[in-house]
């Protein structure tokens, strides 16, 4: 290894692993000792970390409280040192830090809470697209409904939650006391950027749900009926409950386009 | 390679975007970080495609590792490329620095030693990324808080090295010089006079905090007197050469940053004519 791999080796060493090998390459110059120089870049690469997870995590950290915000950061930045070249990718793996690490592990909604935020954020700046209006579908001739394959926006993100997540996110962010973490059964959101560019996100029934993952996984709306045809009377009923998700949907702009099966 | 004079201009900051669009304020270009815009859609290019259509755009990036020992970095400049097709920027610059090494990126730029190897390195690695972006590129002297014992020349005869090997131009940030100076106790004027004058293609002015015993580059504070002095003086051996404020944090009200462009404009009008 060339004298410059070296040095840059020992230098990452010195912030990932504290190692301070370095300083016996680094001149004397007073009036700052070799270490305080050495110094000045941990702490900035600290201070550079840390200033993204508040910024991208900041209602969490009102949820967990300073002293158990601040140990997060100082185990997530040790654990998952930042392997992007962009800091917007650095607090990707927070969910799966707080999921399996203690004392955060013991409180699933800290990782959902955490998840929210990294799903708010990829919607904030994913691919825009044109959103489909209803005078389009309408142009479509009815016969040829069963076939026609809807596409979601490309800001439409899914979070499926076990705890009051979300739920505790928003009384955060309007200063009220979050409700219990505790919940009965799964609660479903889709996030996703509206018209404004502000990003928005909205409660969904299990069988709303139902229906746009059918959606997204590029069904066909016949098929899509039949995804939830069980749980109607009959199938005109079920066509209907497809039709009021699709309303909703280019209402709030989730959808970008449609194209037919076989077209 | 030779870049207009696009006279005085700012970091596009997200906090400044809507009253730039909509007061259309009295700045000649801006410069956008790269990385910023390494990303699909939603706010960052809605804001940037208007302001594109009524102001020249340089990009500036923080993240290409051009000192790094490690391989380049082909994911990064594909998306550099990418994003200089869709900005259609007047240049483009990074830094002279390492910051990531293997998958570790320390987001920071880290100084280089001034020897023989890394002088031969960088013009190596600036060839390539210049070759791949099909476009050359521009480097900033970066701050530092060390000096390596492996340095054998001074940072302004490397960089005056580095301009002779490749030809490359620099964006010379005079409180870069200024920081490093009084951190490393060498004359700022000296470094300036040094660098060659045909090589500086834009020049930065920022702020910074100032500890007595040490200075960080923080932009986060106007730029001080000590700097001011340095681009006065500086200007007047420089045929007219494009600036601008560069503020990242502690963001002030706009009209305070242009009143610093006004004060590059007034110490820079009797000789940048």
Same mark, same amino acid.
């Given at each position: ?27 004397? %110059? ?5 270490? %305080? ?15 993204v997870l508040e910024q991208d995590h900041e209602t969490l950290g009102f949820y967990l409280g300073d002293d158990l915000f601040n140990l997060m950061l100082t185990q997530y930045i040790a654990s998952f040192p930042s392997q992007s070249r962009s800091l917007r990718q650095f607090g990707d793996r927070l969910p799966e830090f707080l ?38 579908? %309408?142009?479509? +001739? ?39 973490? +505790? ?26 749900? %139902? ?22 009377? +009959? ?29 | ?12 900051? $997200?906090? #400044?975007?809507? *009253? ?6 009295? @700045? ?7 990385? /910023? #815009? ?11 495609? *208007?302001?594109?259509?009524? #102001? ?14 490690? !391989? ?10 990418? $994003? ?20 570790? /990126?320390?987001?920071?730029?880290? !100084?280089? !030693?001034? $020897?023989?190897? &890394?002088?031969?390195?960088? $013009? ?13 590129? @521009? ?5 530092? #808080?060390?000096?390596?014992? *492996? ?9 005056? *090295? ?89 963001? !002030? ?12 404009? &007034? ?7």
């Amino acid at each position: 290894m060339g004298d410059l791999a070296s040095l840059q080796n020992a230098f990452i060493a010195l912030l990932q692993q504290g190692n301070t090998g370095l300083m016996q390459d680094i001149e004397d %110059q007073p009036p700052l000792q070799v270490n %305080q120089r050495l110094e000045i870049y941990q702490n900035a690469y600290q201070i550079r970390l840390r200033g993204v997870l508040e910024q991208d995590h900041e209602t969490l950290g009102f949820y967990l409280g300073d002293d158990l915000f601040n140990l997060m950061l100082t185990q997530y930045i040790a654990s998952f040192p930042s392997q992007s070249r962009s800091l917007r990718q650095f607090g990707d793996r927070l969910p799966e830090f707080l999921r399996m690490t203690a004392p955060f592990s013991a409180h699933g909604i800290l990782a959902e809470i955490a998840e929210f935020e990294r799903i708010l954020l990829r919607a904030f700046d994913s691919a825009d697209a044109t959103t489909l209006s209803w005078p389009q579908l %309408q142009a479509i +001739d009815i016969g040829q409904w069963p076939n026609m394959i809807l596409v979601l926006h490309p800001s439409v993100h899914f979070l499926t939650c076990d705890y009051a997540a979300v739920e505790s996110w928003q009384a955060l962010k309007e200063k009220n006391v979050p409700p219990n973490a +505790d919940i009965k059964g799964p609660h479903y959101w889709l996030v996703a950027r509206e018209a404004t560019l502000r990003t928005g996100f909205h409660p969904l029934t299990a069988l709303q749900w %139902q229906c746009i993952q059918s959606i997204a996984q590029g069904m066909p709306f016949s098929m899509v009926c039949q995804s939830v045809v069980g749980e109607f009377e +009959d199938e005109q009923a079920g066509s209907m409950f497809v039709i009021s998700v699709l309303q909703l949907g280019i209402q709030q702009g989730w959808f970008s386009d449609v194209h037919l099966l076989h077209a | 390679m030779s870049v207009p004079f696009l006279g005085f201009g700012m970091g596009l900051r $997200t906090c #400044y975007f809507e *009253q730039i669009i909509s007061e259309r304020p009295a @700045i000649d270009w801006f410069e956008i970080i790269s990385e /910023n #815009y390494f990303v699909s859609g939603g706010k960052p290019w809605h804001y940037l495609s *208007q302001i594109k259509e009524q #102001y020249p755009i340089v990009m500036h990036g923080v993240s290409m590792s051009i000192g790094s020992t490690d !391989p380049l970095n082909f994911d990064y400049l594909r998306q550099l490329k990418s $994003t200089i097709e869709r900005v259609n920027p007047v240049w483009v610059s990074d830094h002279l620095c390492f910051s990531a090494l293997g998958e570790f /990126n320390s987001h920071d730029l880290l !100084p280089m !030693p001034y $020897t023989e190897e &890394a002088l031969n390195h960088l $013009t190596q690695r600036i060839s390539q990324v210049q070759d791949y972006l099909e476009r050359p590129m @521009i480097f900033e002297n970066v701050s530092s #808080y060390l000096t390596y014992k *492996q340095s054998y020349m001074t940072e302004w005869e490397f960089l005056a *090295q580095l301009h002779a090997q490749t030809g490359c131009q620099f964006l010379l940030d005079i409180n870069n010089v200024y920081v490093s100076a009084r951190n490393h106790n060498f004359s700022a004027m000296e470094y300036l006079n040094a660098i060659p004058k045909r090589s500086i293609a834009q020049i930065h002015l920022a702020g910074h905090k100032d500890f007595d015993s040490h200075i960080i580059d923080t932009h986060d504070e106007p730029v001080c007197d000590a700097v001011w002095s340095l681009f006065s003086q500086f200007s007047q051996q420089l045929p007219a050469v494009s600036t601008m404020i560069e503020r990242d944090d502690n963001f !002030p009200p706009l009209v305070d940053l242009l009143a610093e462009l006004d004060h590059a404009k &007034a110490l820079t009008h009797d000789h940048w004519r």
